[in-house]
């Protein structure tokens, strides 16, 4: 299988209940912050973003919430399911490029 | 559907080598991206190109090139592949848009072994 994420720290939830999955971000300048959702086998792929000028933000089952204050970003997922077991990534837009962070495992077992 | 499509899932090349990764998205996007992925370190920029026969240096270009000679293809070489090359190579692309925010699409990967 695939190497990556391999020492990633790891949160495991019980199906059916809410995850939070926590990120600190580096540049208080960032303009954009962004969560990716990464399967193993698979690149990473778009969940929802914030603009800097928000502070919450909600999509189909997730929030995510910024504090520019403590530069601190979440992913919560509402009723987490199996298909959530995946590594996310927050990831921040500065300088015209994406920086990612090391990203966290998400574990749900039944 | 959208997509961005690397050549190859998996690559075993001997040290030495001259290794070509592709990628082609069908997007038309201007931008495009080389990362690596290895365990615990996230993400690193190698090379990005914001429009055709142009590149710019990422985080981590050192012993990479890459070559964009149309504007869906770009392509990262490792001129002599070296064992701490071995790491999943992820391509993206992205469309310019106004306000300035860079949406990502990532291909599926290419897992280089290099022994």
């Known amino acids: 299988g695939e190497s990556v994420g391999l020492h990633l720290p790891t949160l495991s939830v019980q199906e059916g209940d809410n995850s939070i999955i926590n990120c600190a971000y580096s540049?208080?300048?960032?303009?954009?912050f962004i969560w990716y959702k990464q399967e193993s086998g698979k690149g990473p792929q778009f969940i929802i973003d914030?603009?800097?000028?928000?502070d919450k933000r909600q999509g189909q089952r997730v929030t995510v919430l910024l504090n520019k204050t403590v530069k601190h970003l979440s992913l919560q997922i509402a009723a987490t399911q199996p298909g959530d077991s995946a590594v996310y990534f927050c990831?921040?837009?500065?300088?015209?490029?994406?920086?990612f962070g090391t990203g966290t495992r998400l574990q749900v077992f039944p | 559907d959208v997509k961005v499509t690397q050549s190859s899932r998996y690559l075993v090349k001997r040290t030495g080598e001259k290794v070509f990764l592709e990628c082609v998205q069908d997007?038309?996007?201007?931008?495009m991206f080389w990362y690596r992925q290895d365990p615990g370190l996230g993400l690193r920029l190698i090379y990005f190109?914001?429009?055709?026969?142009?590149?710019e240096k990422g985080d981590i270009p050192e012993g990479y090139s890459v070559s964009r000679e149309k504007k869906e293809r770009f392509s990262l070489i490792l001129e002599s592949a070296s064992t701490n090359q071995t790491s999943m190579y992820l391509c993206?692309?992205?469309?310019?848009?106004?306000?300035?925010?860079?949406?990502?699409?990532f291909g599926s990967g290419t897992r280089l072994t290099v022994v």
């Open positions: 540049n208080s300048a960032s303009d954009y």
């Open positions: 993206a692309s992205s469309l310019v848009e106004t306000g300035g925010y860079y949406g990502y699409t």
């Open positions: 914030i603009r800097s000028n928000m």
């Open positions: 997007m038309d996007h201007e931008n």
């Open positions: 190109s914001y429009d055709v026969k142009m590149k």
């Open positions: 990831a921040e837009t500065y300088t015209d490029k994406l920086i």
